[in-house]
């Protein structure tokens, strides 16, 4: 629905898309098969994601180094909202943060707003290859620290793959996901 939803509005703000991608695997941040767009115009991204328990979109903004969005969507039945900053100083180096409120509670939506979730993340691109290392809080839970390893792999000009693998600290296991992308 959401990825419908996107494709409308990009038909009708001047707007083009720009990707798709399907995801599947563990990750810090998702689990199971999902699937995204992504769409631009000169100066703005809109970014639309759904996977099994959750939907999400972002709208941001370029400056240079740096990506400015306001992100929301509804997370286990949940709705949330929170800013993503995307931070590249370097073209090896980037920094990711993202933070996130609930309107209730993850499973239990209300009207009280509750601390989401806190990602933060640190990557190193070397060429194909990146390692990483990503701290991830969610609501109480003991922080979890992840970090990883992937390689990208073009097929041609518009394909591409990421093959990636996170290491849980906290559960003691491997967290393998893979994507294959489609840019027009």
């Given at each position: 629905m959401a990825l419908c939803t996107g494709e409308i509005f990009a038909q009708t703000a001047d707007y083009r898309i720009s990707s798709v991608t399907l995801s599947s695997g563990r990750s810090a941040l998702s689990d199971g098969i999902g699937g995204s767009l992504t769409v631009t115009n000169n100066t703005e991204t809109l970014y639309f994601q759904?996977?099994?328990?959750?939907?999400?979109?972002?709208?941001?903004?370029d400056y240079g180094c740096c990506f400015v969005s306001a992100s929301g969507g509804f997370y286990d039945n949940t709705p949330w909202l929170g800013p993503y900053v995307f931070i590249q100083p370097l073209k090896y180096?980037?920094?990711?943060?993202?933070w996130g409120v609930f309107a209730g509670t993850g499973g239990h939506p209300g009207w009280r707003p509750?601390?989401?979730?806190a990602y933060n993340s640190l990557s190193l691109n070397i060429g194909p290859a990146y390692i990483a290392?990503?701290?991830?809080?969610?609501?109480?839970?003991?922080?979890?620290?992840?970090?990883g390893f992937g390689f990208k792999l073009n097929f041609g000009t518009k394909i591409s793959s990421v093959i990636g693998c996170d290491y849980s600290l906290r559960?003691?296991?491997?967290l393998f996901s893979s994507s294959l992308t489609y840019s027009f």
């Open positions: 759904v996977a099994a328990n959750y939907v999400q979109a972002m709208y941001g903004t180096v980037t920094f990711t943060t993202w509750n601390f989401s979730f290392y990503t701290v991830l809080h969610y609501q109480k839970d003991v922080p979890n620290n992840l970090p559960d003691k296991g491997p």
